[in-house]
């Protein structure tokens, strides 16, 4: 069973960085797609980000894009999003997700495994 767990969340001031985590573990094969996505109060769901295990190839949304990097360790155990100058719109819960198909696009309805989330708040 894939599990996925966010951690690094926080109250951070506007302008400052901050990197979270999603440690990952219970694949039984070597390609899939890991993504973040994060939600704000009242909006749907949003991806930012997304890697493939094949390749450590990258995307990014539009809004993601300048500011947010996605990244993994070596062993493919924690995958991390690097997310700088920071606004308040920016608050949210962030999740971690997986697609076992590695299709590479930030559909959430491609995602079969979520983390539980982590928050998220920018304050002015």
């Known amino acids: 069973e894939v599990q996925l767990v966010e951690s690094g969340g926080g109250l951070v001031q506007a302008g400052r960085s901050l990197r979270l985590s999603c440690a990952i573990s219970?694949?039984?094969?070597?390609?899939?797609?890991i993504a973040w996505f994060r939600q704000a109060p009242g909006q749907e769901r949003e991806g930012l980000a997304c890697?493939?295990?094949?390749?450590?190839?990258?995307k990014y949304a539009d809004s993601a894009k300048g500011r947010f990097t996605i990244s993994s360790d070596n062993a493919w155990n924690t995958v991390y999003l690097q997310m700088n100058r920071l606004n308040v719109e920016d608050t949210a819960v962030y999740y971690c997700?997986?697609?076992?198909?590695?299709?590479?696009?930030?559909?959430?309805?491609?995602?079969?495994?979520w983390g539980q989330g982590t928050q998220v708040t920018v304050s002015s």
């Open positions: 997700a997986a697609d076992d198909f590695g299709s590479m696009l930030l559909h959430q309805e491609l995602f079969d495994s």
């Open positions: 219970g694949f039984t094969d070597n390609e899939y797609t």
């Open positions: 890697i493939s295990s094949t390749d450590g190839t990258t």
